[in-house]
């Protein structure tokens, strides 16, 4: 019987063996990123005292793949903090994603007004706080108004310090966030060890 090539060379064997491995593990870890979570750093004091800069946070990426299988948009729960890919992003001058908490809706009116927020939507014509269905306790805004229609397609977004300044927001430049920028809700902070939640 006649040795086959892989038994005349076991090097190349072992070298296409490690070769495939590798293409394998890239090919998985491009699947676990854009499908299942994702992981990113915060940067900057914008979300204080709820993150952190240096947090290291996993992103909830199959809420959005099981939206995009549908043929929907995915769309947040008030109240959830989000990443989201920056829609004034410029390479070297501005942070290419951002974390953001999730405040209103399309078509939902958004009032800043004495430091408060307060939204109004069809069921709720008096308006609603929306920092009650947070899961932490944002810095109340200090200065500025707002008075604004949600546009379609988009979420109105803010960081949950709002002492003027420390957040650009959709309530001070940034605009609101349409829904395909949306990377996905923040599931759990991963570091500091001594600091792991779940959100």
């Known amino acids: 019987m006649v040795p086959s090539f892989f038994d005349r060379h076991q090097s190349f064997k072992d070298a296409l063996g490690i070769f495939v491995f590798v293409i394998c593990v890239l090919i998985g870890t491009v699947f676990i990123n854009a499908f299942i979570f994702r992981s990113f750093n915060v940067e900057g004091p914008s979300m204080q005292d709820t993150l952190f800069t240096g947090d290291r946070l996993l992103v909830n990426r199959t809420v959005v793949t099981w939206a995009q299988l549908q043929n929907k948009s995915y769309i947040p729960e008030r109240g959830q903090v989000i990443v989201f890919k920056n829609p004034q992003y410029v390479p070297g001058l501005a942070e290419e994603y951002i974390v953001k908490r999730v405040v209103a809706f399309a078509g939902e009116r958004v009032v800043l007004k004495d430091g408060k927020f307060t939204v109004y ?69 991963i570091f500091p060890f001594d600091q792991i939640r779940i959100f």
Do not use: H, M, Q
């Open 121 to 189: 939507d069809n069921k709720n014509l008096n308006g609603i706080d929306p920092d009650t269905f947070n899961d932490g306790k944002p810095t109340a805004p200090i200065e500025g108004e707002v008075d604004t229609i949600v546009p379609e397609g988009t979420v109105f977004v803010v960081g949950d310090n709002r002492v003027d300044g420390y957040s650009k927001d959709s309530r001070n430049g940034l605009g609101t966030i349409p829904y395909y920028d949306i990377i996905g809700p923040v599931s759990l902070r």
